[in-house]
């Protein structure tokens, strides 16, 4: 065993991936994959636009899509960033009915009753409607 690769009660898992963001705001993000598993970076569903990285997990019968973004507490996107989403959502679900889709992100946002912030900006208005709408919250 080398020394990456890292023993579970899972299974072996092997990074894969380690990949940032070539776009002002980097971000990046290890993947840990089991080695009867199969991952692999989605560019088709990236967006030149927006600091975000997808990947497709295979194992078994799942698939999963995942993606991690960074987004600015300044940035201009939010609304940009959430209507992508919801479009690529409905492209993945369409390809695979039963994929689940995870976010990972810092999205710099602040609400006061969701997030127990001292106050509520506006792009966390924005992420707090896409989450309502999707019953994670």
Known sequence: M????EVS???TFLPINSECIAAPNTAGYCIFVRND???SRTYTLEYSELSIIWHRLNSHSL????CAVQLSS?????SKFFDYLT???EDILFLYPFAE???LGDFNVHHQPWLSSPFT?????????FAILRDLV
Do not use: R, W
């Open 9 to 11: 009660p899972l299974g």
């Open 63 to 66: 698939t999963k899509s995942i």
């Open 121 to 129: 900006n506006h792009p966390s208005e924005i992420a707090f409607n």
């Open 2 to 5: 080398s020394l990456l690769e």
């Open 74 to 78: 300044n940035s201009s996107g939010f």
């Open 101 to 103: 889709i995870t976010i």
């Open 87 to 89: 479009s690529i959502e």
């Open 37 to 39: 598993s199969t991952c």
